[in-house]
């Protein structure tokens, strides 16, 4: 079985912020401006989780975002990615161990792919999300099904 | 086929018909679009409410179709506040008020005739 046909047209996106300082979240709107201009390339930002197959994460977990990160990631449809963008949600940061802060983003949800950096370039985010692309492919190529 | 045509516009059943089949056959078409690998009963064809949990309905609730109207009857509010005065329950009142309207209607054709 291969992607299904909306894999294939365009990849949707969504960005959730799980207490993330705003600085992550700035170079993801730079990767859509025209300098990276990402829609070129089919990817684009949804509104919801529900239309998504990638979910970009930003910032370390704060603890009233755990439940909503859960859901969220449950209301993704399968096959689905997940990608932590910056350094805070893989390993909490500066925030680590912090009083509000539950954990870094992998010990929530199954990561597949980390962008290192505060913040990362948007070229490394765009490469992040080309690599999830290339790890749902090869989960789909070695038969798991969407679903 | 056979219909009715006036001045004012023609119907014909059959084309009606054909029409609303033709509607019908595009948007199933449409919706083929989309996708159909959600899991049933798991957080995939929830509602997205940003994430928080969708709040379970109070028991008993029941939406009545008023609340189509709400924006109506709240426009109009100063309008029903006198009108609802005049609405005494006393079937004497309503009586009167029929024979007052009668009587001023009759009293207009006359004038007026």
Redesign the interface.
Known sequence: MGLPRSFKRALWVFHVATGSCNGCDIEIVAALTPRYDVERFGIMLTGTPRHADVLLVTGTVTKPMLPRLKRIYEQTPDPKAVVVVGGCGASSGVFYESYNVAGPIDEVIPVDVYVPGCPPRPEAIIDGVVKAVTKLETLEGSGVKSG | MNGITSGFGAWNPIAWTLLFLGILIVAFFVRS?G?K???RG???T?A?L????EPAAPAGLHVSGDNLYWGMVHGLSAYYRRVREWHTGDLGDYVGWFIGVLALIFVIIVWGG
């Not at chain 2, 940003?50 to 949990?53: A, D, P, V």
């Open positions: 679009f996708r690998d959600y899991k798991t957080g995939q929830k997205f940003s994430g928080n949990e």
